[in-house]
């Protein structure tokens, strides 16, 4: 039986360019920022757009695609879990973060250029049109 469920799913746009790094092991991670925007009516019943801005982390194979496929403003779903932490600041404050930790990202097309063509899907091949004999 699980003991809990922390699952997000956004579909949204990079606000900037992934940045790639390397683990001591040799893991990559891509640290990126998605941005979502809903309309709510304000006071006045007035439409407004409000963007909510998501720190995002990948690790792995999905972190290399996103490093090499993606740049600000690629459309983009995500599936993930949220994980909050907390750092000392050199200052001595704590820091509180709240990240998305992306487990499965797809492309959707939309928005900023790619850095590289997107690998296409292998397309089958095609049936022979010539054989009349089908009944379809």
């Known amino acids: 039986m699980a003991r809990g469920i922390n699952k997000v799913i956004l579909i949204g746009n990079l606000g900037r360019d992934p940045e790639v790094t390397y683990s001591a092991s040799g893991m990559a ?6 941005a979502t925007t809903e309309g709510r009516k304000n006071a006045n019943g007035e439409w407004k757009d409000k963007t909510e801005w998501h720190r995002t982390k990948a690790f792995g ?4 695609t ?12 995500i599936e993930g879990r949220i994980q909050y932490d907390k750092y000392q600041h050199k200052d001595g404050h704590m820091v509180y973060t709240t990240d ?12 900023g250029e790619s850095k590289a063509q997107a690998p296409q ?11 009349n004999s089908l009944p379809f």
Do not use: H, R
């Open 29 to 34: 991670i891509a640290a990126f920022v998605v």
């Open 121 to 131: 899907q292998e397309k089958g091949v095609e049936p022979d049109d010539s054989d």
């Open 66 to 77: 996103i490093g090499k496929y993606l740049t600000k403003g690629s459309q983009v779903y």
């Open 100 to 111: 998305i930790i992306c487990n499965k990202m797809n492309m959707l097309g939309g928005g």
């Open 61 to 64: 194979k999905t972190a290399e």
